[in-house]
């Protein structure tokens, strides 16, 4: 089975801090994905990684970087929490050429206050 | 128009009912289809996937694909209180490489009563 894990389920951190989420799965898939859920917005894509130290920007990229130094291993990075940053954010990882078949985590509900 | 719609909900059926979700979307270049179910506090899971027009049977669930009219269905049948979830619709077109990000609907969810 593919897990696919994530460091934290509740996180609360205060305004201007740095604040780094850990994703890691073990399926060795090429593919890492970093989402936000939010009510009546639905999934949205941050951040994407298909290799080592490769990323691509996602639709709301803003005010997040990413970090893959291992395969497994994909970091997504708040430099400087804000409040409209609280959400659920969901890992999810896949092999590579089946972007469409996305293993998820079960997500990180960070509260900024 | 959003690229892909989906009515939220909430939906709530007895035990037993046929259940229908639905996604209409406006990118005619979309040829995979995908839904995802997530229970409460969990991650989605991929449910059933399929590529271009059609239908796709896997047990209980029935995927439908209609190009020309740009709109997908999930059905469900013999509902079961297991089967309550948020289920999301997901889609991509095919590119060169492979396939495009996916696009999510926001989720419609279900509450199936025993």
């Known amino acids: 089975d593919v897990k696919v894990t994530q460091s934290s389920r509740y996180l609360v951190k205060r305004t201007g801090e740095k604040v780094f989420l850990e994703c890691v799965q073990d399926m060795d898939h090429e593919n890492m994905f970093w989402y936000r859920q939010d009510p009546g917005l639905g999934l949205r894509l941050i951040y994407f990684s298909y290799d080592v130290k490769m990323k691509e920007k996602g639709d709301i990229p803003e005010g997040y970087s ?15 929490a804000s409040t409209n940053q609280t959400s659920m954010y969901l890992c999810a990882s ?14 990180t509900r960070l509260t900024v206050t | 128009q959003k690229e892909v719609e989906q009515d939220p909900g ?6 037993g009912a046929i259940v229908s979700l639905n996604c209409t979307y406006s990118n005619s270049a979309f040829q995979y289809f995908m839904w995802y179910r997530q229970y409460s506090r969990k991650g989605p899971e ?15 669930f029935t995927a439908q694909v ?3 009219s ?6 469900i049948r013999d509902s079961q209180p297991s089967d309550s979830a948020t289920y999301l619709c997901a889609m991509s077109a095919k590119t060169q490489g492979g396939s495009e990000k ?7 969810k279900l509450t199936v009563n025993p």
């Open chain 2, 10 to 15: 909430p939906l709530s059926v007895p035990e």
């Open chain 2, 66 to 68: 209609d190009k020309s």
């Open chain 1, 94 to 107: 896949s092999l590579r050429g089946r972007r469409n078949e996305q293993y998820f985590g079960p997500g």
């Open chain 1, 66 to 80: 990413v970090s893959r130094e291992k395969k497994e291993r994909f970091s997504l990075i708040l430099e400087s």
């Open chain 2, 46 to 60: 991929l449910l059933m996937y399929t590529y271009s027009s059609g239908n796709k049977e896997d047990g209980r």
């Open chain 2, 70 to 75: 740009k709109y997908i269905s999930l059905f």
């Open chain 2, 102 to 108: 996916l696009v999510f609907g926001k989720g419609t």
